[in-house]
């Protein structure tokens, strides 16, 4: 019994380096560099943070790119539009995480690389929500077509001096978009105002708010609400109206009377203040709308996108590691 036993160790010992190859070797994937290029985009994971429910999902990019753009743009706007949707919704990705990369310490309110607050970062709609939000009608029809816009610029990254750009958007401009530095303060070069007054085709470009004097009173906690000088920024937004001899800017009476852009004018009608206001969102980049109107009048995505973000160039297969 012995012997045998050490009989069979003695080949095991000898056939333990060929086994070892052999399971090496068969196990090791076979390297091209095309399959390097697909392990490196479909390894490709983006840690987003679901903000209402307080947890994070990792997702592989496709999808995130999928639920970002269902999110984000309504799946009944052109294909080009929604292509040039989803290499702003990547740019901004990788923008975001580049500086977060470079500073740790400014985590810009959450950890991972992004969040589903669009009032944060972007909106994100994942197909199982999108179903249950629009029916199961809408998924068969529109899952289909937001799926080929991802698929058909994959990868794709719209850069500025070989860097992603911070590719920000607004649903629609109030005739022209506004420089960051107007709204933000800070210089960026290929976020400057440009002609987008196609956005005044929209149904819903125009809208009002009105408030009472008291109600207004209450809003700003003063008694004096005589309306004095307004600026104007180059993109024809207010930058500044001076009421009851106090400065506000643009962006302050925005969010003070929940407008919907800081493209407006302001009236006292008797007792009531009247905003007439153009436009949604911040004006600054992409204006969806305008983007759609583009691609139905035959523009291609980098077109529209080199457009929106002045100087900017598009990068494919752009994976980068951080
Ligand atoms: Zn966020």
Redesign the pocket.
């Known amino acids: 019994m012995i012997k045998k036993h050490w009989i069979a160790l003695f080949f095991l010992f000898l056939l333990l380096p060929y086994l070892i190859l052999t399971i090496f070797v068969e196990v090791k994937p076979e390297k091209t560099p095309q399959k390097e290029e697909e392990q490196k985009s479909s390894g490709f994971t983006v840690t987003l ?1 679901r903000s209402e429910q307080n947890r994070f999902e990792e997702l592989p990019l496709r999808d995130y790119l999928w639920g970002a753009l269902a999110g984000e743009m309504p799946a009944s706007y052109p294909k080009e539009a929604l292509k040039a949707q989803v290499v702003a919704c990547y740019s901004y990705l990788l923008h975001r995480q580049k500086t977060v990369a470079e500073h740790p310490a400014q985590n ?3 950890d991972g690389d ?2 589903d ?1 669009p009032a ?2 972007k909106a994100y709609l994942p197909p199982d929500e999108a179903a249950a939000r629009y029916g199961e009608d809408w998924y068969e029809t529109s899952a289909p077509i937001l799926s080929q816009a991802v698929d058909e610029v994959f990868g794709q990254a719209l850069l500025y001096d070989q860097q992603p750009v911070n590719a920000v958007f607004h649903a629609m401009s109030g005739g022209y978009t506004e420089n960051a530095a107007d709204v933000w303060g800070a210089e960026v070069p290929y976020l400057q105002s440009v002609d987008s007054n196609w956005d005044k085709k929209a149904k819903d470009f125009s809208s009002t708010a009105e408030f009472s004097l008291d109600e207004m009173r209450e809003i700003l906690g003063q008694q004096d609400c005589s309306l004095g000088a307004v600026t104007l920024t180059e993109g024809g937004s207010v930058a500044t109206q001076v009421i009851g001899g106090k400065s506000y800017t643009g962006r302050e009476l925005r969010n003070l009377f929940s407008l919907r852009s800081t493209r407006f004018t302001l009236n006292i009608e008797e007792d009531t203040a009247v905003f007439s206001v153009s436009g949604y969102g911040h004006q600054v980049g992409l204006s969806q709308h305008g983007a759609s109107i583009l691609a139905e009048e035959g523009y291609q995505y980098q077109e529209i996108l080199f457009y929106y973000y002045t100087g900017t160039t598009l990068q494919k297969d752009y994976y980068p590691s951080f």
């Open positions: 943070y810009f309110g959450h992004i969040c607050n944060h970062c």
